[in-house]
């Protein structure tokens, strides 16, 4: 796998190069806006670990002009404690984010459990999943809401198989995140509840379709009665 390293920090980057080398990675890096959107454009590149602060164009503008024309996954460096920053890329298509300073070893572990979405699978010997005016196809990958073809993320259409698949039941949010990120729910992390947000704006009348109970996680509701259900 190849990762695209964009950082400002080339000392940095060459150590973490040099770390994901060892982890079986094959590592590129950029030290300046443009050039790293560039080459995230490129062919070749299978996930991008994009900090914020650049020379050129940050991040942010990278990720932004990036999703125009690539579902590549990204995976944004942010400086600790600036929750807004993390909002903010997963709001403009982020996979994950991660706070410097870091381990570079959990820097690894999140690279793979990114690559693990995208890796390419065989269609599932399951039909469609049909519930709520949603229809969804684990076989093509594709969602229909109320007639209309949805375009989904890679992270979007396996949350909505996962929900779709406990319909009626609730997930918690430590569930969701251990099977998409294989670690545990912490309260500030948003990377679900933003996941969650974007679909619930795809689809329509989302958010009578994916209800929150407040503490415990998330639930898809098999019939429009649910959604008001207490």
């Known amino acids: 796998m190849n990762i695209l390293l964009v950082d400002d920090d080339a000392e940095l980057a060459s150590l973490l190069g040099e770390f994901l080398h060892r982890e079986g990675f094959s590592v590129e890096d950029a030290h300046e806006g443009y050039r790293g959107l560039e080459r995230a454009l490129q062919p070749g590149i299978d996930l991008v670990v994009l900090d914020v602060m650049l020379p050129g164009i940050d991040g942010f503008e990278i990720l932004r002009r990036l999703r125009v024309k690539s579902k590549v996954p990204v995976l944004m460096l942010t400086a600790r404690g600036e929750d807004v920053d993390r909002i903010i890329g997963l709001e403009l298509g982020a996979d994950d984010y991660l706070a410097k300073p870091f381990n570079p070893r959990e820097l690894a572990a999140r690279i793979r459990a990114i690559l693990r979405r995208y890796e390419p ?24 809401a109320h007639g209309k073809r949805v375009e989904l993320t890679t992270f979007e259409f396996d949350i909505l198989e996962m929900l779709m698949r406990s319909a009626g039941r609730v997930l918690s949010r430590d569930s969701l995140m251990e099977n998409f990120y294989n670690r545990k729910a912490t309260p500030f992390d948003r990377s679900i509840d933003m996941h969650i947000s974007h679909l619930r704006k795809k689809l329509e009348g989302g958010d009578d379709l994916i209800k929150t109970i407040r503490g415990v996680g998330y639930q898809f509701c098999r019939t429009p009665e649910d959604a008001i259900a207490e």
């Open 121 to 144: 699978r065989s269609a599932p010997p399951s039909n469609r999943i049909e519930f709520n005016g949603i229809s969804l196809d684990p076989g093509t990958r594709e969602v229909v």
